[in-house]
């Protein structure tokens, strides 16, 4: 799948191997289904393997092709608020990893997003570090092997996640700086932050969003036009913003609010869920639970339709196809309990899944990526975690035979008008009362 100026690449530039990410536009999500789809049974996700002996505090992974020999390779950013070595890890095609540092520094690593930032066809890295550390912008030399060639932004922003996207159509990915701030509620707050790429993989200037605190922001194009517009989740107890690009990478409009007055936003991601052509948003608040905002195609969203009950906080969203039916499902990381896969069963706007826990429910899931990491033609999830070890959980056939059998619920919405609907609970996992800051 080749990159186009207009797709957003949040984590992942270049897409060949098939990787989706947290905030990832699949190609998907830019078409209607023609025909309908026949969901296929779900997956299971069993088999793991952890990548180091002992969790700390890691943040994001990525995936991509680092060193063009076909397969996926991984890159874990490590810290948060205190300093930690990143980690490249080589895949060898087959699921296994050769690991070594990104450098001999350690940093507050929230989120290393790969994109080829200065057109040479490597995919390059830049590390969103939280104050005091710079945020830096590394170049791939080809063989996978990286080298700090820059900064952006100020050391002094609390920043989170960013993300990566074309925003002015040159064909070279710009940045959307993720910025948290507290004393949300009395108008206090700091910006998010757009930096614009020069053509060479550098990026000397940064204008601020109109935002006051954000984890992560969702970059995709949410109204159709072509341009990538941004989705702004709020961190702190505010209202989420969507910003309407003009096509030049500037968002002089005024944003739009969506969702509910109150946020606590630690996860989103955009994809055409329901199949209608229309970008639509999955949203993971740490308070009330998992929602989807379906798109109207108008520049607007109805009202969030919940996923199940918020017995555990969602930290970390992707979306991609786990089960090769064409359908997008949504897997979530959870906070101190086992995350949870939403197998979508094809019903448009009636949202119905089968739904199943995955990972072992032990620290706090801050990222996850997927892709094929194997080499077998299923993805696989990667997942970053805080007080746990990393792990790669690879994707297999469900269990179907006595007590092996894997467990799955059925959650549907049933549509009672535009902005309405009404939900089924789901079994899920409850976990422990300590809380991680982020």
Known sequence: MPVTSRLALPILALATLGATLCCAMPLSAQVARKTPVVPAAPRAFDRVLLLEAEGATSAGVSLGDLDHDGDLDLVLAKG?????????????????????PLRDTPDRTYSAALADLDGDGDLDLVSSNDRPDQKLVYLNDGTGHFRVAGTFGDSAWSTRYVTVADLNGDARPDL???????????????????????????????????TQSATIIVAADLDGDGFIDLFVPHRDGGRSLVFWNDGTGTFKAPPVAVGPAQSTVRAAAAADIDGDGIMDLAVGDAKTGLFVYLGTGARTFDEPVALGTATSAPFAIALADLNRDG??????????????ILFNQGQGKQLQFLTAAWNDGLGSVYAVAVGDLDGDGWPDIAAARSDAPNGVWFNGPARRQGRRTTALHLISTRAAGRGSAETASVARAGGATRKNSM
């Open 80 to 100: 948060r608020h205190w300093p930690l070595q990143d980690f490249v890890l080589r895949n060898d095609g087959k699921g296994h990893f050769t690991t070594e």
């Open 176 to 210: 959307i700086v993720a910025n948290r701030s507290g004393g949300i509620g009395t108008g206090a707050g700091k910006p998010s932050f757009v930096c614009m790429n020069d053509g060479h993989g550098a990026f000397p200037s940064c204008a601020p969003l109109a």
């Open 327 to 340: 359908l997008l499902d949504i897997v979530v990381g959870n906070e101190l309990a086992p995350g949870l």
